[in-house]
């Protein structure tokens, strides 16, 4: 399949370094955007979006604008965004470089626990290495310009993780 | 280079011929009255008819005497050939002559333009800087001006124009220069405010902070810090508030019987229906802008260079 | 003794607004210029009266206002005829075309970047002197004011709309792309938001030069009403009153006009920073 053909039938869900939540939607409209461009019915996208700000925990928050919100909330409601539809894999690149260490430490476990409820396959890039053993059951490492594979690890970690502070697990 | 220019002159070439197709049909009724008047034979034959008849019938039917609609002596809509042969008329030729200060001269109307616009722009910019420094420093003056900054701004200055040329003549001023340079600078002054003091707020609350460990007086700050960072926005405000000046010189030569100056120009150009007088007095602003704006720009380089802040 | 009270009035509004700004009042910031009109209004009449400047120089603001009561129809008359007829339907269409326009050149890189530098120089020409072609063309009454102020108000419009359609952020972009989303759903769903506060501050420029355009091209020749005859009119009968009277009409309808604008531009474009956290 190629990227263009993937972007066609809306396989991956992407998750940025910075959340890139529209301003002039609140946090429901952003999450419902994936959904009006690839045309879900009106009454299913309400659901969906109720659905998927419980799972990263940002329910009743629907009508608040991202601009009145931490970077950590905003950056959990694109991955909420992502999740909206369907994708089979998501994609996220960086996705908490830009927030600071306990928020972030925060966030990788309450993604631990969406992993856990969705099964989703999760493509996560970082060059946090405590960040890739805590979160992932399989670890690419690749080399500096130019991007090649260097290894790939099977992390023997065990599914169930400790939670808490990841870099105490 | 190519990749800059390029689409720009293809857009003006294009406009230039579109311009060119637009001259036969506003001119064509003229045209075809001129046609009728040297004895040639015009479909439909009187004025009136014509005046009825569809325009693109008329076209197409009278196809062998659309060029009488390009040489029209009172065009509704000149050529391009015929706008720039008047401007030449009345600028390089008199030149030549040695009579560019005549009356009639371009160049002499002009030059009082241009004088009473330069003379505007300096009191609205020294308005407006000040105004801003006022206004940056304290917070009765930007809380109790500001909002009256904007308002006379709303005012459609053409309406105070020709209150302020009456009342300066009664007051004794006897200048005609005076109440138009008034005029300018009222539509100059508040592009200048308002990036004045978006400059002079620039710096950081870091940047201030540390001329304050320094123990920097009041003055030495605004000196070494708030001037300096308001220059890029204050040129960039200058530009246009040597346009909106023009504007102003302009409008203030249009009303009670002005006769020197571009402005006063367009007015007699219109009472004596000479549309290429208009025009040429049209192009001879537009001119003066581009060279007024430009002059700024390469100010603005200049001073930015030398100050290392250009981009 | 006048002049007493002109300097004490002056200074003792000046000490009321100091007092009103450093007590931070929420009410100050629009207590203080008020203060300020007021004084101001309250001076001009001493000071006339002080003077004793006949009406013809300058009439004093009470006999402004008795004018303008005594005047309302044949105002009301000028106004229809200049803001209504002339200035907003030319603000109307120049305002609709320049937007059609902006998104049409937006589709090709090489239509904006040949148009958008000739738009921002034609920006900064005294387009105003157009005014008497356009009476040539389109008669003495409101077509030709509003073919003016469609002119006019084109290029900042059609400048500002095509500066903001490109002023999208990366991120956003890419959002859209990943979506595989089409270019409709980009540019109402991205695009056009983002333009917004761009658009409005067009929107803001153009809404003071329509009121210019269709007074001015009032004195190239009009019917026996609008703002722009009776002023030049008034000045030429020495009928200083009245023309004062049309003054405040214009001022009043030039802040009105802004502030409308203003406020749509609060409503539509809330989330930009700039409106924010008032």
Not at chain 2, 226 to 236: D, Y
């Amino acid at each position: 399949m190629t990227p263009e053909a993937a972007r066609q039938a809306r396989a991956y869900g992407y998750v940025f370094q910075h959340a890139g939540l529209y301003p002039w939607r609140n946090l429901a409209g952003n999450v419902r955007l994936p959904l009006e461009i690839m045309g879900y019915p009106r009454n299913e996208r309400a659901a969906r979006v109720d659905h998927v700000l419980k799972l990263v925990e940002l329910d009743g928050f629907q009508k608040k604008y991202p601009w009145q919100l931490s970077g950590g909330m905003q950056q959990r409601a694109s991955i909420a965004r992502a999740l909206a539809f369907d994708a089979d894999i998501l994609l996220m690149d960086e996705p908490f470089g830009a927030l600071d260490e306990i928020v972030r430490d925060h966030l990788n476990e309450q993604l631990l626990k969406l992993w856990q409820r969705t099964k989703k396959t999760i493509v996560f890039v970082t060059h946090s290495i405590p960040e890739a053993v805590y979160l992932s059951t399989k670890i690419i490492v690749m080399s500096p310009r130019p991007g090649r594979i260097t290894t790939i690890i099977d992390n023997p970690l065990p599914r169930k993780r400790p939670f808490g502070n990841p870099r105490h697990a | 280079m190519i990749n800059r220019f390029l689409p720009i002159l293809v857009m003006l070439a294009g406009l230039l011929v579109l311009w060119y197709l637009a001259v036969a049909p506003m001119n064509l009724r003229g045209g075809l009255d001129y046609a009728e008047r040297q004895g040639a034979a015009v479909t439909p034959a009187t004025a009136s008819a014509r005046r009825d008849a569809n325009l693109l019938i008329l076209l197409v039917q009278n196809r062998q005497f659309i060029g009488y609609a390009y040489a029209l002596e009172r065009p509704a809509l000149p050529t391009p050939n015929q706008v720039l042969g008047e401007f030449w008329k009345t600028t390089g030729a008199m030149v030549m002559r040695g009579r560019a200060w005549s009356k009639r001269s371009l160049i002499y109307h002009g030059w009082l333009t241009m004088k009473t616009t330069l003379f505007g722009f300096a009191l609205g910019g020294v308005i407006g800087m000040f105004g801003a420094i006022a206004m940056v420093y304290s917070r009765v003056a930007a809380m109790s001006l500001m909002p009256w900054a904007i308002i006379s701004q709303t005012i459609p200055i053409v309406a105070l124009a020709p209150m302020i040329i009456v009342l300066s003549g009664q007051l004794g001023i006897e200048s005609r220069e005076v109440p138009k340079a008034i005029i300018s600078a009222y539509l100059c002054f508040f592009p200048v405010l308002v990036g004045m003091i978006k400059g002079l707020r620039a710096p950081e609350d870091s940047q201030l902070d540390l001329l304050k460990t320094y123990n920097a007086t009041g003055l030495a700050s605004f000196l070494k810090l708030r001037l300096p960072a308001s220059a890029p926005f204050l040129f960039t405000s200058l530009k246009i508030g040597i346009a909106a000046a023009l504007v102003g010189t302009i409008v203030g030569e249009l009303p009670t019987g002005a006769i020197s100056g571009l402005g006063a120009r367009l007015l007699i150009g219109d009472q004596f229906g000479t549309p290429l007088a208009i025009w040429s007095a049209l192009l001879a602003a537009a001119i003066l802008a581009g060279a007024l704006v430009t002059l700024i720009d390469m100010l603005q380089k200049i001073v930015l260079n030398r100050m290392g802040m250009y981009r | 003794m006048w002049v007493f009270w002109v300097i004490c009035i002056w200074f003792g509004a000046w000490g009321l607004n100091i007092w009103l700004t450093s007590k931070r009042f929420a009410a100050a910031p629009i207590l203080a210029p008020l203060v300020l009109g007021a004084t101001m209004l309250v001076l001009w009449e001493i000071v006339v009266a002080g003077l004793g400047l006949s009406a013809v120089i300058l009439p004093a603001p009470s006999a402004i206002f008795l004018r303008f009561g005594a005047e309302l129809d044949l105002l009301w008359g000028d106004f229809n005829q200049t803001v209504i007829k002339g200035a907003l339907r030319g603000f109307a269409i120049g305002v609709s075309a320049a937007l059609l326009c902006a998104l049409a050149i937006d589709r090709s890189r090489f239509l904006t970047k040949g148009l958008l530098p000739i738009g921002n120089f034609i920006a900064a020409m005294p387009i105003i002197g157009i005014a008497p072609i356009m009476v040539n063309w389109f008669g003495f009454d409101w077509q030709s004011k509003a073919a003016v102020v469609v002119i006019m108000v084109f290029f900042p419009i059609l400048v500002n709309t095509t500066q903001g359609l490109q002023a999208s952020h990366a991120i956003h972009r890419d959002l859209m792309k990943t979506y595989g989303a089409s270019y409709w759903q980009v540019l109402c769903a991205m695009r056009l938001p983002s333009a917004l506060p761009f658009i409005f501050n067009g929107l803001k420029i153009s809404a003071t030069l329509a009121l210019i355009g269709a007074i001015v091209a009032e004195y190239f020749g009009s019917p026996t009403r609008g703002m722009g005859f009776r002023i030049s009119t008034g000045v030429g009968r020495l009928d200083m009153d009245l023309v004062w009277a049309e003054i405040f009409v214009a001022a009043l309808v030039g802040t009105g006009f802004y502030g409308a604008v203003t406020l749509a531009e609060r409503y539509f474009t809330f989330w930009h920073p700039s409106q924010r956290n008032r």
